[in-house]
C-alpha cells in the first residue's frame, strides 16, 4: 500500500508539538485541548517514548488509553502525528534480551535507565520494533485523528554506532556484500600498510579502540554500515505500518547538528522530510545555524515543504549553559523555518515534564503555567500562522548551491590530518554565513547532483571526490558555472586514498592548479594575503596554507608572509564557457566578503544590498509570491515592498517597516517570477 498524500490530510500550516499526556493524571487531558483550541493548536505528535505502556511485556498490548487520547483529539479537532515508540525500549526488553544493548568503541555496554534505541543490528531488537509497528498501524490506519506516521525519533541520536557481537557480524556480510572478495576489499582499505591485510573475512572486526589509529578506510566504511543499519531499522517499521495504512510516514532528522546519517540517503526514503533544530547557545548568531538546518532539510527533500518537527520555545536543558529566548525569538526562530521552506511548526513538547531528564527543558506550556510570557507567545504565534494558510505549497528557489557531503565529513574528521583546527562544520559555515549576510539564498547540494540550475556552486569542505564527481563538477563548469573550492578538497576517493596524481587532481581541468604540500600554521599565527593589483591592503587569514603550483590558472591573490610567501593563496580559472576559483586558506570575515565579491561578479550573482542582522527570503508558488522579512535587529528596519503584510493585514504602497525582532510575511503585489517553482536538485 503506497502513500496517497504527500503531506498529512489537513488545512493550513500545521502547529503543535510533542504530547505526552500519558505523564499526566486523566484530567489534565481535557485542560490540554481546552488550551491547545486557545493556542490554535491542530497537530501534535504522541507515543513517542511509550512503549512500555503500550506493549506491557512481549506481545502483550494496551491501546485502552491510546484510543481514548485519539478519540478526545479528534473531537476537538487535532488531528495525530502517530509516532512508533521504538527510541526507547522498555526494561522487559532488554530484560529478554540482554544482548540487544549497545556497546561502545571502548568496549562498554550500555544499560538501561535513558533514551537511545537497542542495537541496530539485533535480531531481537528488529522482531520486536516490527511487532509494535504492525500492532499500531493494524489498529489506527482508518483513525480520523492519524495524519500522519512518526517512526522512531532522532535515529543516531544519542546512539549511533555499535560495537556489540551482532554488529560485528552484520558488518562483515554488509562488507561481503559491499567488495565481494578479500581481494577487493583488500585493495580498497590499503592493508598492506602496517600489515593489516585479511585472509579470512572472521578476522575482520569493527574499528573498536586500538593502540593507536584505527585504518581510516575501515572507520569511513563503518560509518556507512551504521547509517545502513539504521535505515533499515526504519524502512522495516516504515513498510510494516504501510501494509496497513495509506497516511504519509516520516522521522525525524537533525539537520546541523547531527552528521551520523546520510539525511540525502534517508530523504528518498520518507514521504515527507521532517527535522529537529535546536540552538546552540553559545553562538551568539543561532540564526545562522537555524538557516543552515532549515536550508538543508529543503534541500534534501528535493525543495518540498517539509515538517520542523522540533525546536524550543525557550532554553533546552542539555548544553553546558541553556540560554532562554528572549521575548519575541519565538516567533522570530519559528516564522524563519517557514521562510525557507517549513510548513508545519511543531515544538518539543507540549506540556514542560515534571520528573526526568528533560525537566527543565522549555514547553508550550511552561511550569509557570498559562500566565506566562512564553504561553502567551505560543498563542500569538498560533493566531499569526492561522493567517498564513496561503503561503502553503510554494517553494524556496535558490541561484547558489553549497556542496554539502556527509560520507565526506565523516571522512574527513577522523584522526591524524594535517591540522585538528580545520573541521568540515567550521568550513561550511563560514562560507554559508558570508552568503547569509550578503542575503542570498542557499540550497545544498552532493557533487554528483545536477547542478546546471546553480550561478554558482561553493565546495567548502569536499574532502572526499570521487572521479565520478569530480567529473561532474568540471562538466558543471564548462557548461557555463561558476565553481569556489576551498583548500583541503578533492584530496582522497571514496576509500580515503590520495588520488593519484596528489591533491585536488581529479579537478584540475576546472581549476588549473596542482597542490604540492600542505602549510598549516601554529596555533595563534596568521599569514597575510594580497591580492593581485589591488591597493586595498593586505587580507589576513590563518590556520591554513599550502603551495599552490599553477597549471594553467590565474594567480588572484598572494601570500605576502607565512611559509607560503610568494605563492599563490587565490587562483581563477577559465574553463569552457565556466570559471573555476580555488581558495588556498582560511581567510578572515574580511578576506571572505572580498573573495565574494570577485567570484559574484563571475557568477552574475547579486547580494541583496541588506541592513546587518536582517534576512529575506522569498516563497514562490505558481501564481504569488511571498517575501518573509526577519529582523534580527534591535531597531525597526524599513524596507522597499509593494503588496500585503499577511500577519497584519496591512496594504503596503512602496515600503515596509519591521519592527526590532519583528517579522514581516509579505504576499507581493506583482510576483517579479510569476509562475517560477522551485524544482528539485
Known amino acids: 500500500m503506497s502513500s496517497t498524500h504527500v503531506w498529512p490530510a489537513m488545512s493550513g500550516v500545521a502547529y503543535g508539538g510533542d504530547y505526552t499526556p500519558e505523564q499526566w493524571p486523566r484530567e489534565v487531558w481535557d485542560e490540554d485541548v481546552a488550551l491547545m483550541r486557545e493556542a490554535g493548536v491542530n497537530l501534535v505528535s504522541v507515543g513517542i517514548f511509550a512503549w512500555a505502556l503500550i506493549e506491557t511485556s512481549e506481545g502483550v498490548f494496551d491501546f485502552s488509553w491510546l484510543d481514548e487520547l485519539l478519540d478526545l483529539l479528534h473531537d476537538n479537532g487535532i488531528a495525530v502525528d502517530l509516532g512508533t515508540p521504538t527510541a526507547s525500549p522498555p526494561a522487559w526488553f532488554f530484560a529478554d534480551h540482554p544482548d540487544a544493548r549497545v556497546v561502545t568503541r571502548d568496549g562498554v555496554t550500555m544499560g538501561f535507565g535513558a533514551r537511545g534505541m537497542a542495537s541496530h543490528s539485533s535480531a531481537a531488537y528488529r522482531e520486536a520494533i516490527v511487532r509494535i509497528a504492525s500492532a499500531l498501524a493494524e489498529r489506527y490506519a482508518d483513525h480520523p485523528a492519524v495524519v500522519l506516521w512518526h517512526v522512531h525519533n532522532e535515529y543516531g541520536v544519542p546512539v549511533g554506532e555499535d560495537y556489540s557481537d551482532q554488529s560485528v557480524r552484520a558488518f ?3 562488507l561481503r556484500e559491499r567488495y565481494g572478495s578479500l581481494d577487493e576489499l583488500n ?16 578476522h575482520i572486526g569493527a574499528p573498536a579502540a586500538a593502540p593507536s589509529v584505527v585504518n581510516p578506510a575501515q572507520r569511513l566504511d563503518f560509518a556507512r554500515f551504521t547509517d545502513h543499519q539504521l535505515r533499515e531499522c526504519f524502512i522495516a517499521e516504515r513498510d510494516a505500518i504501510r501494509a496497513h495504512a495509506a497516511q504519509p510516514i516520516t522521522t ?131 493566531s499569526t500562522l492561522g493567517r498564513l494558510d496561503d503561503i502553503r505549497g510554494s517553494r524556496v528557489v535558490a541561484d547558489v548551491a553549497i556542496l554539502w557531503d556527509f560520507e565526506s565529513f565523516w571522512a574527513q574528521d577522523l584522526e591524524w590530518r594535517p591540522s585538528e583546527e580545520i573541521t568540515h562544520a567550521e568550513q561550511v559555515r563560514a562560507y554559508y554565513e558570508r552568503l547569509w549576510r550578503d542575503g542570498i539564498t542557499v540550497d545544498f547540494a552532493l557533487p554528483g547532483h545536477d547542478l546546471s540550475a546553480y550561478k554558482l556552486v561553493i565546495a567548502p569542505a569536499q574532502y572526499m571526490l570521487t572521479r565520478a564527481d569530480a567529473e561532474n563538477l568540471n562538466a558543471y563548469v564548462a557548461q557555463g558555472g561558476t565553481l569556489l573550492v576551498s583548500f583541503f578538497s578533492a584530496i582522497v576517493d571514496e576509500h580515503d586514498a590520495v588520488h593519484e596524481g596528489g591533491f585536488v587532481a581529479p579537478l584540475t581541468p576546472s581549476l588549473g592548479i596542482r597542490v604540492e604540500e600542505f602549510l598549516p600554521l601554529r596555533e595563534g599565527d596568521s599569514c597575510g594575503v594580497a591580492w593581485r593589483g589591488e591597493a586595498s591592503g593586505v587580507l589576513r587569514a590563518d590556520a591554513w596554507s599550502e603551495d599552490v603550483v599553477i597549471d594553467g590558472a590565474e594567480v588572484v591573490a598572494t601570500y605576502v608572509d607565512g611559509p607560503g610567501a610568494g605563492k599563490p593563496a587565490i587562483t581563477r580559472k577559465s574553463h569552457g564557457d565556466g570559471v573555476g576559483w580555488y581558495v588556498s586558506t582560511r581567510l578572515d570575515a574580511e578576506g571572505l566578503a572580498a573573495l565574494a565579491r570577485a567570484v559574484y561578479q563571475d557568477a552574475g550573482v547579486t547580494p541583496a544590498g541588506l541592513p546587518e542582522g536582517v534576512e529575506v527570503v522569498t516563497r514562490r508558488s505558481a501564481d504569488a509570491e511571498f517575501v518573509v522579512v526577519v529582523n534580527h535587529r534591535d531597531e525597526a528596519v524599513r524596507l522597499p515592498a509593494t503588496g500585503t503584510e499577511l500577519i497584519t493585514g496591512r496594504v503596503l504602497e512602496g515600503a515596509a517597516e519591521v519592527a526590532p525582532g519583528g517579522v514581516a510575511v509579505i504576499r507581493v503585489s506583482e510576483p517579479a517570477t510569476q509562475g517560477v517553482v522551485a524544482q528539485p536538485h
Do not use: C
Not at 585493495?187 to 602496517?194: L, N, Q, V, Y
Not at 538546518?293 to 520542523?308: F, N, T, Y
Not at 525537566?359 to 511552561?366: D, G, N, R, T
Open 172 to 174: 562483515r556480510e554488509w
Open 187 to 202: 585493495r580498497a582499505w590499503g592493508t598492506t600498510f602496517w600489515g593489516q591485510r585479511y585472509g579470512e573475512w572472521d
Open 252 to 382: 525525524n532528522f537533525m539537520a546541523n547538528q547531527s552528521w551520523t546519517t546520510d539525511m540525502w540517503a534517508w530523504a528518498r526514503e520518507v514521504d515527507i522530510v521532517a527535522d529537529d533544530h535546536y540552538l546552540w547557545a553559545a553562538d551568539p548568531e543561532g540564526e545562522i545555524g537555524l538557516a543552515i538546518a532549515a536550508d538543508l532539510s529543503r534541500s534534501v527533500g528535493g525543495g518540498k515543504p517539509w515538517i520542523l518537527m522540533e525546536h524550543s520555545t525557550s532554553a533546552v536543558n542539555w548544553q553546558p549553559r541553556n540560554i532562554a529566548k528572549r521575548p519575541g525569538e519565538l516567533a522570530r526562530n519559528s516564522l524563519t523555518h517557514l521562510a525557507r521552506g517549513a510548513d508545519a511548526i511543531l515544538f518539543f513538547q507540549w506540556r514542560a515534564s515534571r520528573s526526568g531528564a528533560e525537566k527543565f527543558h522549555s514547553a508550550m506550556i511552561p511550569h509557570a503555567g498559562t500566565q506566562s510570557r512564553v504561553w502567551r507567545e505560543v498563542v500569538e504565534l498560533g
